[in-house]
C-alpha cells in the first residue's frame, strides 16, 4: 500500500502538470508567450498563481518540462531495441517516442505553433538545447551500459557512442526546422525520417 500511494501522488502530479502545459500552451499560441502570464494561465485552471508554481518554476518550465517527462520513455525504447542493431538504427526508433507524443490527444494541434514559438524565443530555444543535452548524456550512458551487456564495451576515449547520439539529435533539431519551414505540410515523422537519413552511419 505504501509503495501504490507514491505512484498514485506522482500519476497526479503528472496529470495536472499536463491539464496547465496544455492550458498553458493554448494561451501562449493565441497571445504569444511574452503576452501571456503566470496569473493568465493560473485563470485558465482554476489554481492560484502560487499553485502553478508548486508545479513549474518558470514560464519557460510550461513549455519545455514535457522533456524531462520524455526521457524515461525514450530509455525504456532504447532498452528494448536489439542488443546486435546498429545503434543509428536504435536511435532513429528512439526518435518514434517524440513521433508518438506528436501525435498524443491535445498536442497534435499545437505541435506546429508551440514549436515555432520555442524555435523563435531565445530564451526558450536556449532552455530546449539543454533539454536535449540531458536527453543526449542519458541516452549515451544507456548506450555504453548496452554495450558492455553485450560483452562489446567502448574505449574510455571512444567517441563513437557521444558522436553517434550527437549526430542523431542534430538530424532531430534539423528536422524539427525543416518541418517548420515547409508550413508542416509534411508529417512529422517524415521529417525525421528524411533527416536521419542523411547520415547512415555504419556503427
Same mark, same amino acid.
Given at each position: ?5 507514491? @505512484? ?137 551500459? @548496452? ?57
Amino acid at each position: 500500500m505504501s509503495d501504490r500511494q507514491p @505512484r498514485l501522488r506522482e500519476r497526479t502530479r503528472r496529470a495536472v502538470r499536463r491539464e496547465i502545459a496544455e492550458a498553458a500552451n493554448t494561451l501562449f499560441v493565441e497571445r504569444g508567450f511574452e503576452a501571456t502570464t503566470i496569473d493568465d494561465i493560473a485563470s485558465a485552471v482554476g489554481m492560484s498563481q502560487r499553485s502553478v508554481f508548486r508545479y513549474f518554476a518558470t514560464k519557460e518550465e510550461i513549455v519545455l518540462g514535457k522533456f524531462d517527462l520524455v526521457v524515461d520513455d525514450m530509455l525504456d525504447a532504447l532498452r528494448a531495441r536489439p542488443s546486435d542493431e546498429a545503434v543509428w538504427t536504435s536511435l532513429h526508433r528512439v526518435f518514434g517516442v517524440l513521433v508518438a507524443l506528436s501525435k498524443a490527444p491535445g498536442h497534435e494541434e499545437l505541435m506546429e505553433p508551440v514549436h515555432r514559438m520555442v524555435f523563435e524565443t531565445p530564451a526558450l530555444f536556449a532552455g530546449y538545447l539543454q533539454k536535449l543535452q540531458h536527453m543526449q548524456d542519458a541516452v549515451v550512458t544507456e548506450l555504453l551500459v @548496452r554495450a558492455e551487456a553485450a560483452g562489446a564495451p567502448y574505449a574510455p576515449d571512444d567517441p563513437t557512442p557521444r558522436a553517434l547520439t550527437a549526430a542523431a539529435f542534430g538530424c532531430l533539431v534539423a528536422a524539427q526546422h525543416s518541418w517548420l519551414a515547409s508550413g508542416a505540410n509534411t508529417s512529422f515523422a517524415e521529417a525525421v525520417d528524411r533527416a536521419m537519413a542523411t547520415l547512415v552511419p555504419r556503427a
